[in-house]
């Protein structure tokens, strides 16, 4: 299990590039106005601060981040220039948090890298060309986005030229990528991993509701990797442990609200059956976009059941928030990543010879204006070791930054 620790974000330097595509007239005046990647593409606004971002109207899915003038070091000051690619297969907020963090880290370690950025929107084509244009283009790393990049990067490029690290991706071994979390991939590949093991997921729950009776799970059917790595584990634990699992699944991502709506006073009513006060159940939020967007409702109905969150970065300022997370946050998880490229690029590891990369321990996140507004108490170890706390007013307390290693 690899261990990491997060930095405070310091400014941070990217260097895109994409000479083949793109003119080198255009500016960020330019891009500011035109901001053509704007709808999938977002960052930190400290990286404005440094760094012209250019897009291309007539390739809205292509990327380009220069520094601007004044901030130009020579490549002797920095090292060998590294190009590196990051692949989206859509817009999130969990990319934007993403790369982020990677680009501070590469700055903190003073690694002199470009980085394009292309959407290739899940495009088996729009895929194909762009490795075809990494390979022709030299580039030396790639930074597979989310488990979707992640899983057609796997498909179509294991034992390619270029390594590949992915990032906001779900866990390997459950999805069959990996055989283990010790081994490396002997590819191409170094896998990291959003996912808790199963087991110290249920541990956190069970730590947190000792006397637990009903464990509802809420999923996106068309998330597999959140099905597969997340829900389908953990329930299938639960129930060894004799805890009733409810598992609410979202049919329709763009009716989730709608279905939400249905779903969790279905699962009140099933709960309420051993449990009538419900002072022994939880609804337990997976880490799909479609589902955990919709906190609001799903607040709404859970009324004063606990909703716990797999994604810290669900638990936010305000009373739109889940009342506890434990898990790895976005940030994390890109922290250890950009290590892993880093490592990778300056040839002090082989990506085939990296373990599966899982944070620990994990990030644990409390609203405290959630816990009073149900009556909840919150376990002191939750509070005392949380790296993100909201007051009861709803506003941050605790925001504790890892310290780098």
Not at 149 to 155: E, G, H, R, V
Not at 250 to 266: F, G, H, R, T, Y
């Amino acid at each position: 299990m690899m261990i990491v620790k997060l930095a405070p974000r310091p400014t941070f330097v990217i260097r895109g590039i994409l000479a083949a595509l793109l003119p080198l007239s255009l500016t960020a005046t330019a891009a500011a106005e035109n901001r053509p990647f704007s709808a999938w593409f977002k960052y930190g606004g400290e990286i404005d601060a440094t760094w012209d971002v250019a897009g291309d109207p007539a390739r809205p899915t292509f990327v380009s981040i220069r520094r601007k003038s004044a901030e130009i070091q020579s490549a002797d000051q920095r090292g060998t220039l590294r190009r590196v690619l990051v692949l989206y297969p859509r817009s999130s907020s969990a990319y934007d948090i993403a790369i982020t963090k990677i680009l501070s880290v590469f700055e903190s370690k003073g690694q002199n890298a470009e980085f394009t950025v292309i959407n290739f929107e899940l495009n088996h084509v729009r895929g194909k060309e762009t490795i075809q244009f990494a390979e022709k283009s030299k580039f030396d790393l790639i930074f597979a986005m989310g488990s979707e990049s992640t899983a057609w990067l796997y498909d179509n490029y294991r034992g390619g030229d270029i390594p590949v690290v992915s990032v906001c991706s779900k866990d390997p071994v459950e999805l069959g990528q990996m055989k283990d979390y010790d081994s490396g991939s002997r590819t191409n590949f170094a896998f990291t991993s959003l996912n808790m093991p199963v087991e110290v997921q249920l541990a956190y729950v069970m730590e947190f509701k000792p006397d637990l009776k009903n464990l509802a799970i809420l999923v996106d059917s068309k998330n597999i990797s959140a099905v597969q790595t997340q829900a389908e584990p953990v329930a299938a634990r639960a129930r060894k442990q004799g805890i009733q699992v409810y598992m609410g699944t979202v049919q329709n991502p763009a009716k989730a609200s709608e279905e939400l709506a249905q779903i969790i006073p279905d699962a009140v009513r099933t709960m309420q059956k051993n449990d009538f006060d419900l002072s022994k159940s939880i609804f337990l939020i997976t880490g799909s976009t479609t589902v955990f967007r919709e906190i609001k409702t799903i607040n709404e109905k859970a009324g004063r059941i606990p909703v716990v969150s797999m994604i810290p970065e669900i638990v936010t300022a305000g009373q739109n928030t889940a009342v506890l997370a434990v898990g790895i946050s976005f940030e994390s998880n890109a922290h250890l990543a950009a290590v892993y490229g880093t490592d990778i690029l300056s040839g002090r590891s082989d990506p085939g010879q990296l373990k599966v990369g899982i944070v620990s321990p994990p990030d644990i996140a409390v609203s405290f204006l959630k816990a009073r507004e149900i009556g909840l108490r919150v376990p002191f170890r939750f509070f005392e070791t949380a790296t993100f706390v909201y007051d009861y007013e709803g506003q941050p307390a605790r925001t504790v930054g890892r310290k780098s290693n």
